[in-house]
């Protein structure tokens, strides 16, 4: 066995737009040849169009400078052709420089020729990417293939010891494979892989050795690395920069693109442990860019330290996509089937597609529709209908759809499982051929069985994944029962441990029935699982405002990724003035929190980061800002003053570090120094306030200011100094208030100060708007002695009044405010339209007296009617602010006026005219009504209503009645027809009505009568039909009297019990009386 070394570099692509016609042949073979017990001819063209196809078989090259790669290139013959092809290569970089083997190659119909392409990088600066573009021609057929170059700085080399081993079948061997960094420093940091290849004739294996290069350094990731662009539009990826074992610096990023229009931003970005930088690649496709695969190449550099990453850029045009359904075929021998072929456009593809088709041999096949048009948007299909000769052996054939448009051209592959007519079997077929574990874990494939020619009976499965370690196979269910015709699934489960291999294994599926076995390989790529890690974080990342001293705490989180479960050590690196302190210093099992204590004695900006370490793995969290805040105070001395005089201090207060709090401000003074209040008496932020103080006595004064925020507390001195100078002071009174029109006046004092002699000036201008002064008398006093003058002011409108007085001498003088105050009331009346009120009786409108800037004098109150009306005040007179009662009367009708007046001193107000309106009595008078208005009697009973008279107005006398029945019928009867009112009085009401009465409304008015005066009310009466139920037999007595006397005394009774209001009653005649009126 021989064992081959290929060498990687990371994250090796294959290229989309390099994989061409060739790799559908690979995939088309691979099945073809799985067969070992059937020959399988080569494909032979339905429809004869002679044509060949190149592809390279590494169609993505990484070319270490100043070193060499190749890359073979497969000729394949399609539909029989042979000649002559004619290759040429070119590099699109300079630097770059490509060679072929051969210029020439013969081409066989039906067979394959080769030329090998080679790639060298020559330095001292070549690209990091190029393209190499190979042309093939032959006649008027020309094809091209593009191969992808990565310059990569010098890596590692790979040797294997022994190169060559021998055993017997069934034994086993070892090589050392040693893996060595190369002599450059500069080998880039990332995953690497290597292929390992044993092979002895045709039998060969492969296994891959993946490698970690951590030196310090850093790597460049693209997100997304795939980037689908339509021709005229942009997109963008986001690059990220990652530091790797402790790398810290800038890196400068640039991005090349051949074809397309590639900008960074920024174009450096700032990386730590813990701490990646990130970047935006913008790309735009031209207008007019053809369709096809691109890509742009990004690259960071920091000193001597390089690395690099692609994004690759679709470009789509309009095409059509191919699909085949069914996409398997299983035919008899000597029979037929069909599949529909649909097309689909993509990108507003519109046009036609024409389909020709390839078979193999035994296999023939027809399109029904050999040219399909589509839509733009649209789909398309033409059926496919293949035969199978009845000579034709068991096996695995094919048909190759090839639909084309112009320069696309797009393939459905559709494998046609032909069986024995007479033979029954299964087919066994898995969903996938190759399975992808990461390492400790698993994955599952469904493989399906196939009854085929009426097979039926239940099929084993197994699965044999060989002796590799930790590699486990296993179905469910392991047994499954087909009918005839019919299908049945099963679920292989492979499972991998920690100690399973890296690479690619092979399971062996089997399904047996009897005699019948069939067998199929899995492909079982073993990765390795993500690394066990950790992730450091804090919170907050900013912390503060802090004061100076004080201590602030975060939290610092690991948390453990991918099952990491070692200790963590945490180490602080604070800038300078900063103490952090953890607790705790490490984390154990991989995740938990350590608090981080941060303190700074003087005010600024701090950071801190926490480190995490645990062997190898370091990450750091991001930068964590601590604000310390604070505040200075400054106080000015303010120039010597004569003592007995104000003197005034500035104190400053400036915030440091965005101070922003609130600073309350106090002083200590010595004794013999009188100080204000500050004003303001607090600052936020940074501000002034300030600190006016006098003294009697000439001296020095310091005074000690502080400024207190929280427990944050500064201080600065002041000195108040006080000299002897000749002066005078000035006061004056303020006058007690006086009534708008009076004159108020202040006396002025001026009092000589430290042997002051001379002539004082005064003066009161200018005076406030409203006020009126004479002047001050005397207006210039001479001290010594203490001297006064007079100020007199009046004022016609209510307020106060603040003037000020100035004395001065030569340079010197001094000022004093006093304040005149002038009250002033209001009247207001409230009604101001009383009644009506009837003759002999009275209203009232309240009268109230409201002070104005503090009036509280006696008003007196008079009342001023017209004539007729009398008007009484109560009480005659309020003080300051009340109200009085004016009492209105008259004694003959009309409408009157009065107004009220209020004086106090000179001051004098009227209310508002109040309007009195006076009405005499109504006339005595009286109202009629009725207890029942309506009421429904059956024809041959009787009702009754009580009729009420209500006196009005002091009303006495008879009242006579009357009752009127319309139209006649009922008859109608008041008892008593005649009342004498006092307050009131009735009258009972009673309506028989005969059995022969007719139903329906009638009217029945009772009439009141005194002299003149007549008031009516009416009832209505509906007369209904008489009840149908038989009369009940009349009781012989009651209580032992005649029924028609007992009924007599209990009506007697009930006009004597209710005194004049008759109770009315609805009683049902005895059958043996007569209606009465």
Same mark, same amino acid.
């Given at each position: 066995m021989i064992l081959k070394e290929i060498r990687h570099s990371p994250r090796p692509r294959i290229s989309k737009a390099a994989l061409g016609l060739a790799t559908i042949f690979c995939l088309i073979l691979l099945p073809v040849f799985a067969q070992p017990s059937h020959a399988i001819l080569p494909p032979v063209s339905c429809t004869s169009v002679a044509d060949f196809a190149i592809s390279p078989d590494k169609p993505f090259l990484e070319v270490l400078v100043d070193g060499t790669n190749s890359s073979g290139l497969e000729l394949t013959s399609i539909n029989g052709f042979s000649g002559t092809i004619l290759l040429s290569a070119a590099a699109a970089s300079p630097g770059v420089t490509a060679t072929l083997s051969s210029t020439s190659v013969p081409l066989t119909a039906g067979g394959s020729a080769s030329s090998s392409l080679s790639v060298s990088v020559l330095g001292p600066s070549p690209p990091i990417f190029s393209i190499i573009t190979v042309n093939a021609t032959s006649g008027s057929l020309f094809h091209t293939a593009l191969l992808y170059v990565h310059v990569v700085k010098p890596g590692f080399s790979i040797s294997a010891d022994p190169s060559f081993l021998e055993f017997p079948p069934g034994g086993s061997g070892t090589s050392l494979i040693n893996v060595t960094s190369g002599s450059s420093p500069l080998v880039l940091p990332g995953y690497y892989s290597v292929l390992v290849i044993g092979a002895s004739g045709p039998v060969n294996d492969t296994a891959s050795v993946y490698i970690l290069v951590t030196e310090p350094g850093f790597a460049l990731e693209a997100n997304p690395m795939d980037l689908t662009i339509l021709a005229g539009f942009s997109g963008s990826s986001s690059i990220t920069v990652s530091s790797l074992k402790g790398f810290s610096g800038t890196v400068e990023l640039t991005a090349d693109s051949f074809d397309l229009v590639a900008s960074i931003s920024p174009t450096s970005v700032t990386v730590g442990p813990g701490t990646p930088g990130t970047s935006t690649l913008d790309v735009s496709v031209p207008a007019g860019t053809s369709p096809g695969s691109y890509f742009v190449g990004v690259s960071g550099s920091s000193g001597s330290v390089f690395n690099g990453t692609s994004v690759f850029v679709t470009v789509p045009g309009p095409d059509f996509n191919m699909t085949a359904n069914p996409e398997t075929l299983t035919i008899a021998a000597g029979s037929a089937g069909s599949s529909t072929i649909s097309l689909t456009s993509v990108y507003a593809f519109s046009g036609d597609v024409s389909l020709s088709l390839l078979c193999a041999s035994g296999v023939s096949a027809t399109i029904a529709s050999p040219t399909v048009h589509l839509a733009a948007g649209g789909t398309g299909s033409s059926k496919l209908d293949v035969s199978v000769s009845s000579y034709t052996p068991e096996g695995l054939y094919y048909v190759f759809v090839n639909g084309t448009s112009g320069s696309r051209t797009h393939f459905a592959f559709v494998p046609v499982s032909v069986t024995s007519v007479s033979t029954s079997d299964f087919s066994l077929v898995g969903s996938v051929s190759s399975l992808d574990v990461v390492q400790g874990s698993s994955g599952t494939a469904t493989f399906t069985l196939t009854s085929l020619n009426g097979f039926s009976g239940l099929v084993t499965l197994t699965a044999n994944a060989g002796s590799v370690a930790g590699l486990d196979a296993s179905f469910s269910p392991n047994t499954v029962l087909l009918s005839s015709g019919g299908t049945g699934t099963s679920t292989l489960t492979i499972s991998t441990t920690g100690a399973t291999p890296i690479g690619t294994h092979h399971a062996a599926v089997t399904g047996n029935s009897g005699s019948l076995s069939h067998t199929t390989f899995l492909d079982v790529s073993v990765r390795p699982g993500p690394t066990p890690d950790f992730t450091i974080s804090a919170s907050p990342t900013i912390k503060g405002p802090l004061d100076p001293g004080a201590h602030g705490t975060g939290t610092i989180s690991i948390t453990s990724l991918n099952s990491f479960i070692g200790t963590i050590d945490l180490n602080a690196a604070p800038s300078p003035g900063l103490s952090a302190i953890l607790s705790p210093t490490s984390v154990i099992g991989g995740s938990g929190t350590s608090t981080l204590d941060v303190t700074a004695p003087i005010a600024g900006t701090y950071t801190v980061t926490v480190t995490g370490t645990s062997g190898a793995l370091a990450h750091t969290t991001a930068v964590i800002t601590v604000n310390v805040v604070d505040f200075t105070i400054t106080a000015s001395s303010p120039n010597p003053v004569a003592a007995g005089q104000p003197a005034i201090s500035t104190i400053s207060l400036t915030a440091l570090n965005s101070f922003a709090g609130t600073v309350d401000f106090s002083n200590s003074s010595p004794v013999g120094l009188t100080c204000d209040p500050f004003v303001p008496l607090s600052v936020t932020g940074s501000g002034t306030t300030v600190l006016s103080c006098s003294s009697t006595t000439a001296g020095d004064y310091p005074v000690t200011v502080t400024g207190t925020s929280g427990s944050l507390a500064h201080s600065a001195t002041a000195t108040f100094s006080f000299t002897n100078v000749p002066d005078f002071s000035i006061t004056a009174s303020s006058p007690s208030l006086v009534n708008i029109g009076d004159s108020a006046s202040s006396t002025i004092t001026l009092i000589d100060l430290n042997g002051f002699a001379g002539d004082v000036a005064l003066s009161d201008t200018p005076l406030p708007t409203g006020l009126t002064c004479g002047s001050i008398a005397p207006s210039i006093v001479t001290i010594p002695p203490q001297a006064t003058a007079t100020l007199s002011c009046s004022a016609t409108t209510a307020g106060s009044y603040a003037v000020t007085i100035t004395g001065t001498s030569g340079s010197t003088s001094h000022s004093k405010t006093v304040t005149f105050n002038f009250g002033d009331?209001?009247?207001?009346?409230?009604?101001?339209?009383?009644?009506?009120?009837? @003759?002999?009786?009275?209203?009232?409108?309240? &009268?109230?007296? /409201?002070?104005?800037?503090?009036?509280?004098?006696?008003?007196?109150?008079?009342?001023?009617?017209?004539?007729?009306?009398?008007?009484?005040?109560?009480? *005659?007179?309020?003080?300051?602010?009340?109200?009085?009662?004016?009492?209105?009367?008259? /004694?003959?009708?009309?409408?009157? /006026?009065?107004?009220?007046?209020?004086?106090?001193?000179?001051?004098?107000?009227? #209310?508002?005219?109040?309007?009195? @309106?006076?009405?005499? *009595?109504?006339?005595?008078?009286?109202?009629?009504?009725?207890?029942?208005?309506?009421?429904?009697?059956?024809?041959?009973?009787?009702?009754?209503? #009580?009729?009420?008279?209500?006196?009005?107005?002091?009303?006495?006398? &008879?009242?006579?009645?009357?009752?009127?029945?319309?139209?006649?019928?009922?008859?109608?009867?008041?008892?008593?027809?005649?009342?004498?009112?006092?307050?009131?009085?009735?009258?009972?009401?009673?309506?028989?009505?005969?059995?022969?009465?007719?139903?329906?409304?009638?009217?029945?008015?009772?009439?009141?009568?005194?002299?003149?005066?007549?008031?009516?009310?009416?009832?209505?009466? /509906?007369?209904?039909?008489?009840?149908?139920? *038989? *009369?009940?037999?009349?009781?012989?007595?009651?209580?032992? $009297?005649?029924?028609? $006397?007992?009924?007599?005394?209990?009506?007697?009774?009930?006009?004597?019990?209710?005194?004049?209001?008759?109770?009315?009653?609805?009683?049902?005649?005895?059958?043996?009386?007569?209606?009465?009126?």
């Amino acid at each position: 066995m021989i064992l081959k070394e290929i060498r990687h570099s990371p994250r090796p692509r294959i290229s989309k737009a390099a994989l061409g016609l060739a790799t559908i042949f690979c995939l088309i073979l691979l099945p073809v040849f799985a067969q070992p017990s059937h020959a399988i001819l080569p494909p032979v063209s339905c429809t004869s169009v002679a044509d060949f196809a190149i592809s390279p078989d590494k169609p993505f090259l990484e070319v270490l400078v100043d070193g060499t790669n190749s890359s073979g290139l497969e000729l394949t013959s399609i539909n029989g052709f042979s000649g002559t092809i004619l290759l040429s290569a070119a590099a699109a970089s300079p630097g770059v420089t490509a060679t072929l083997s051969s210029t020439s190659v013969p081409l066989t119909a039906g067979g394959s020729a080769s030329s090998s392409l080679s790639v060298s990088v020559l330095g001292p600066s070549p690209p990091i990417f190029s393209i190499i573009t190979v042309n093939a021609t032959s006649g008027s057929l020309f094809h091209t293939a593009l191969l992808y170059v990565h310059v990569v700085k010098p890596g590692f080399s790979i040797s294997a010891d022994p190169s060559f081993l021998e055993f017997p079948p069934g034994g086993s061997g070892t090589s050392l494979i040693n893996v060595t960094s190369g002599s450059s420093p500069l080998v880039l940091p990332g995953y690497y892989s290597v292929l390992v290849i044993g092979a002895s004739g045709p039998v060969n294996d492969t296994a891959s050795v993946y490698i970690l290069v951590t030196e310090p350094g850093f790597a460049l990731e693209a997100n997304p690395m795939d980037l689908t662009i339509l021709a005229g539009f942009s997109g963008s990826s986001s690059i990220t920069v990652s530091s790797l074992k402790g790398f810290s610096g800038t890196v400068e990023l640039t991005a090349d693109s051949f074809d397309l229009v590639a900008s960074i931003s920024p174009t450096s970005v700032t990386v730590g442990p813990g701490t990646p930088g990130t970047s935006t690649l913008d790309v735009s496709v031209p207008a007019g860019t053809s369709p096809g695969s691109y890509f742009v190449g990004v690259s960071g550099s920091s000193g001597s330290v390089f690395n690099g990453t692609s994004v690759f850029v679709t470009v789509p045009g309009p095409d059509f996509n191919m699909t085949a359904n069914p996409e398997t075929l299983t035919i008899a021998a000597g029979s037929a089937g069909s599949s529909t072929i649909s097309l689909t456009s993509v990108y507003a593809f519109s046009g036609d597609v024409s389909l020709s088709l390839l078979c193999a041999s035994g296999v023939s096949a027809t399109i029904a529709s050999p040219t399909v048009h589509l839509a733009a948007g649209g789909t398309g299909s033409s059926k496919l209908d293949v035969s199978v000769s009845s000579y034709t052996p068991e096996g695995l054939y094919y048909v190759f759809v090839n639909g084309t448009s112009g320069s696309r051209t797009h393939f459905a592959f559709v494998p046609v499982s032909v069986t024995s007519v007479s033979t029954s079997d299964f087919s066994l077929v898995g969903s996938v051929s190759s399975l992808d574990v990461v390492q400790g874990s698993s994955g599952t494939a469904t493989f399906t069985l196939t009854s085929l020619n009426g097979f039926s009976g239940l099929v084993t499965l197994t699965a044999n994944a060989g002796s590799v370690a930790g590699l486990d196979a296993s179905f469910s269910p392991n047994t499954v029962l087909l009918s005839s015709g019919g299908t049945g699934t099963s679920t292989l489960t492979i499972s991998t441990t920690g100690a399973t291999p890296i690479g690619t294994h092979h399971a062996a599926v089997t399904g047996n029935s009897g005699s019948l076995s069939h067998t199929t390989f899995l492909d079982v790529s073993v990765r390795p699982g993500p690394t066990p890690d950790f992730t450091i974080s804090a919170s907050p990342t900013i912390k503060g405002p802090l004061d100076p001293g004080a201590h602030g705490t975060g939290t610092i989180s690991i948390t453990s990724l991918n099952s990491f479960i070692g200790t963590i050590d945490l180490n602080a690196a604070p800038s300078p003035g900063l103490s952090a302190i953890l607790s705790p210093t490490s984390v154990i099992g991989g995740s938990g929190t350590s608090t981080l204590d941060v303190t700074a004695p003087i005010a600024g900006t701090y950071t801190v980061t926490v480190t995490g370490t645990s062997g190898a793995l370091a990450h750091t969290t991001a930068v964590i800002t601590v604000n310390v805040v604070d505040f200075t105070i400054t106080a000015s001395s303010p120039n010597p003053v004569a003592a007995g005089q104000p003197a005034i201090s500035t104190i400053s207060l400036t915030a440091l570090n965005s101070f922003a709090g609130t600073v309350d401000f106090s002083n200590s003074s010595p004794v013999g120094l009188t100080c204000d209040p500050f004003v303001p008496l607090s600052v936020t932020g940074s501000g002034t306030t300030v600190l006016s103080c006098s003294s009697t006595t000439a001296g020095d004064y310091p005074v000690t200011v502080t400024g207190t925020s929280g427990s944050l507390a500064h201080s600065a001195t002041a000195t108040f100094s006080f000299t002897n100078v000749p002066d005078f002071s000035i006061t004056a009174s303020s006058p007690s208030l006086v009534n708008i029109g009076d004159s108020a006046s202040s006396t002025i004092t001026l009092i000589d100060l430290n042997g002051f002699a001379g002539d004082v000036a005064l003066s009161d201008t200018p005076l406030p708007t409203g006020l009126t002064c004479g002047s001050i008398a005397p207006s210039i006093v001479t001290i010594p002695p203490q001297a006064t003058a007079t100020l007199s002011c009046s004022a016609t409108t209510a307020g106060s009044y603040a003037v000020t007085i100035t004395g001065t001498s030569g340079s010197t003088s001094h000022s004093k405010t006093v304040t005149f105050n002038f009250g002033d009331f209001t009247l207001d009346a409230s009604p101001v339209s009383v009644g009506p009120i009837i @003759t002999g009786s009275s209203g009232t409108s309240i &009268i109230t007296v /409201t002070s104005q800037d503090g009036f509280i004098g006696d008003v007196s109150l008079t009342a001023n009617p017209s004539a007729g009306l009398t008007a009484t005040l109560n009480p *005659p007179s309020v003080i300051g602010s009340g109200t009085s009662t004016l009492t209105l009367s008259a /004694t003959a009708a009309g409408t009157y /006026t009065v107004t009220v007046s209020g004086t106090s001193g000179a001051l004098s107000h009227t #209310t508002s005219v109040v309007t009195v @309106t006076v009405t005499l *009595p109504a006339p005595p008078d009286f109202s009629i009504s009725a207890s029942r208005p309506s009421m429904s009697i059956q024809a041959g009973d009787n009702a009754a209503s #009580t009729i009420t008279f209500t006196s009005l107005n002091g009303f006495t006398g &008879i009242v006579s009645t009357s009752v009127v029945v319309s139209p006649s019928g009922p008859q109608a009867s008041l008892n008593p027809t005649s009342l004498t009112l006092g307050a009131s009085g009735a009258s009972t009401l009673t309506i028989a009505v005969p059995v022969s009465t007719g139903t329906g409304p009638y009217t029945v008015t009772v009439t009141g009568t005194n002299g003149s005066t007549s008031h009516t009310t009416t009832i209505a009466v /509906t007369v209904t039909s008489p009840s149908t139920t *038989p *009369p009940q037999q009349a009781a012989s007595n009651i209580l032992g $009297l005649d029924p028609t $006397l007992f009924y007599i005394l209990i009506g007697v009774l009930a006009v004597a019990v209710l005194s004049g209001a008759a109770t009315v009653m609805v009683r049902r005649k005895p059958p043996s009386l007569q209606a009465r009126a």
